[in-house]
């Protein structure tokens, strides 16, 4: 099982906010990277490091960190953003190895 | 454009042999480290190393030491994940990923993935 932890599912409401948590021992030191993965794709980055979205990626899509949790933010979601998302840390010893989380589908209502 | 493309499904018998490969285009390819990550049918993301192409340097997380084998050839831009003898048990999805160039190490460009499917 993964070190890193998330909460497996959250629903939320068409045009609503969901809070998506990642918890674990890394977050005392740096900040996740967050994917989002639909069903049949490939992974795509959201956001990296201290809340840096690629290009492309709209403002919707926020993280940020509080002590021992780390946060996802999505507002005014959409049908389409029915996936899976993941957070990711790197190690700490410039190995740059690193860990996912366990996952959280969020289903939209 | 830059771009990860992997090759083709793969199915294989218990014992046999396979490496699958991860063709990068549009981008310096042996300045970026590459990730290989599993993913198992229904299951999560693991990452289970990465490959550095320009000295070859592979890293490999704990749970895939000795399992697989990581390789590049520069040459023709592509990187390698490749068992010696499957198990059932390494039926999944398997992704390549470039590695970023800021401290945080995140993936930004992702292959579309090949699925081994390891079955007698």
């Known amino acids: 099982s993964s070190e890193v932890t998330q909460d497996p599912a959250v629903s939320v409401a068409l045009g609503q906010t969901v809070r998506i948590t990642c918890q674990g021992g890394r977050l005392r030191t740096s900040f996740p990277n967050w994917y989002r993965q639909k069903p049949g794709q490939a992974p795509v980055l959201l956001i990296s490091?201290?809340?840096h979205r690629p290009s492309g990626i709209p403002g919707r899509f926020s993280g940020s960190r509080s002590r021992n949790t780390a946060l996802l933010t999505i507002t005014g979601v959409r049908a389409d953003d029915e996936a899976d998302y993941y957070c990711?840390?790197?190690?700490?010893?410039?190995?740059?190895?690193?860990?996912f989380g366990s996952g959280t589908r969020v289903a939209v209502l | 454009e830059v771009q990860l493309v992997q090759s083709g499904v793969e199915m294989k018998k218990p014992g046999e042999s396979l490496r699958i490969s991860c063709r990068g285009s549009?981008?310096?390819?042996?300045?970026?480290?590459i990730g290989w990550v599993r993913q198992m049918p229904g299951k999560g993301l693991e990452l289970m190393g990465i490959?550095?192409?320009?000295?070859?340097?592979?890293r490999y997380n704990p749970s895939f030491r000795g399992q697989v084998t990581f390789s590049v050839d520069k040459a023709i831009n592509s990187a390698f994940l490749q068992w010696s003898s499957l198990k059932s048990s390494d039926t999944a999805m398997y992704f390549c990923?470039?590695?970023?160039?800021?401290?945080?190490?995140?993936?930004?460009?992702w292959g579309q993935g090949t699925m081994v499917i390891v079955s007698s």
């Open positions: 490091g201290e809340n």
């Open positions: 490959i550095y192409p320009g000295d070859s340097d592979a």
């Open positions: 990923a470039r590695q970023g160039l800021s401290w945080d190490d995140a993936f930004d460009v």
């Open positions: 990711h840390f790197r190690d700490n010893d410039n190995s740059h190895l690193g860990v």
């Open positions: 549009g981008y310096s390819f042996s300045g970026q480290w």
